[in-house]
């Protein structure tokens, strides 16, 4: 049997509707937004991590939809110095975002596993697609080392898994911004961003003209993670009635997760990240998640696979009694 809290969600939330969701993987084995070998594997990681099984022993019906095709940069040419890999990232998350909505417009849950950040740009196209068809108002929690929010003009390296939530809020690139369609897929005040610690000059002015909420590291070391995660819900609550969880894993200390994109120092620990998920799991609008920047060639042993599947496990309801 499911845990209690996945059958008695808010009504308006997808667990309203149906008390054993199925959740379907979908697989983005992309790294190209990141211009660095490895994250392409992630998928292959975590299947190999169990996540599937781990799922299923929660109750869940669990589907593998296969992996999104995506081409190799050994092949590919790099156009536009500002935008790598423009047209490759924009045609993937365009499949991406299809899918994304296809699955939750039948009514189950969509578990995306990654690729590089940019995977967002799909997902939550997809996502923010189907609520507007359905009327539901979205809510993310971007959970990462790095907020993401560079624009062409601001990025210091050109690389598009550091864009995806200015595309979301309808800046920067146009390619990127209209992947799903040609509307703003998130209000840039339905945002709560947690564990940032390395933030561009460029994405700090960006931050506050836009009015993100934000819980850097700093917040977290002086509230406390069970405080900030009841701030956020509450934040989140009020303003939306699908949560759609972006996690990149790079959000947790090297020390736990060595193998991610782009690593770096004063993360969140071992139980900080689960006490994320497990607040999150208990949350009744929290309907869709992606996992981005899990790179087994930084690894050792699969160890920080392992552990992004415990935490996905933590989200959908695993508890220690
Ligand atoms: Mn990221």
């Known amino acids: 049997m499911p845990p209690a809290s996945i059958s008695s969600g808010s009504k308006k939330g997808l667990r309203g509707r149906r008390k054993h ?6 697989g983005f084995p992309m790294d190209l937004g990141a211009d660095r070998r490895g994250v392409d594997m992630g998928p292959s990681a975590l299947r190999i991590a169990d996540i599937d099984e781990k799922i299923r022993a929660l109750g869940y019906v669990v589907e593998d939809e296969g992996d999104i095709e995506i081409q190799v940069p050994e092949v590919l040419k790099i156009r536009d110095p500002h935008l790598k890999y423009l047209p490759e990232i924009t045609a993937a998350c365009e499949k991406l975002a299809r899918k994304v909505k296809r699955v939750l417009r039948h009514g189950s849950f969509p578990l995306v596993l990654g690729g590089d950040h940019s995977m967002a740009i799909g997902t939550i196209a997809g996502v923010s697609g189907y609520c507007r068809d359905e009327g539901k108002r979205l809510g993310v929690i971007w959970i990462d080392a790095h907020s993401d929010i560079n624009i062409p003009g601001t990025s210091p390296s050109g ?17 990127l911004a209209k992947v799903g369609g040609d509307f703003r897929k998130l209000d840039p005040g339905n945002i709560v961003m947690i564990g940032l610690r390395s933030v561009d000059a460029g994405e700090r002015k960006l931050i506050k003209e836009h009015g993100v909420r934000t819980f850097t590291m700093t917040d977290i070391d002086r509230l406390g993670i069970y405080r900030v995660m009841e701030e956020t819900l509450q934040y989140l609550g009020e303003r939306a009635d699908h949560i759609h969880v972006s996690f990149d894993l790079d959000s947790v200390d090297p020390t736990t997760a060595e193998g991610v994109g782009t690593p770096v120092p004063g993360g969140l620990t071992y139980r900080e990240a689960h006490l994320i998920m497990e607040m999150i799991a208990e949350f009744g609008a929290f309907s869709s998640l992606e996992v981005a920047e899990v790179n087994p060639i930084l690894d050792t042993m699969n160890r920080s696979a392992l552990f992004a599947a415990d935490l996905v496990a933590s989200a959908m309801g695993k508890r220690i009694l």
């Open 159 to 175: 690389n598009i898994h550091g864009m995806p939530v200015a595309a979301l809020i309808g800046i920067g690139s146009p390619a």
């Open 21 to 26: 969701p199925a959740v379907h993987l979908i």
